[in-house]
């Protein structure tokens, strides 16, 4: 059984950051990407970044220049590091894996970020 657990959520103040991991539970698998997303209440996930295998990265245009996606292969682990944060930047943040032909999603950590 995969699973994915977040961490490194918090309060911070606009202009602050923080750090957020996602650990898979299982090592020695293939990754085909993972990838972050953020849900406010009311209003439906979105991808915030993402990695694929080959070391592609995603965006979306509000985080660009501000956020970096990363992977320790050798902790199982993906990160993102969230710089120069803003109040809307707060949101439920979720991990998600793709392993062959199978999406994981973790179970979310919350980002505050205060004015």
């Known amino acids: 059984q995969v699973q994915l657990v977040e961490s490194g959520g918090g309060l911070v103040q606009a202009g602050g950051s923080l750090r957020l991991s996602c650990l898979v539970s299982?090592?020695?698998?293939?990754?085909?990407?993972m990838a972050w997303h953020r849900q406010v209440p009311g209003k439906r996930r979105e991808q915030v970044a993402l990695?694929?295998?080959?070391?592609?990265?995603n965006y979306a245009d509000s985080v660009r220049d501000r956020f970096t996606i990363s992977m320790d292969n050798a902790r199982n682990t993906a990160y993102l590091e969230m710089n120069n944060l803003k109040p809307e930047d707060t949101g439920a943040y979720y991990c998600?894996?793709?392993?062959?032909?199978?999406?994981?999603w973790g179970r979310g950590t919350q980002v505050t970020v205060s004015s």
């Open positions: 990695i694929t295998s080959i070391g592609r990265t």
């Open positions: 299982q090592s020695r698998f293939n990754i085909y990407l």
């Open positions: 998600r894996s793709i392993l062959g032909a199978t999406e994981y």
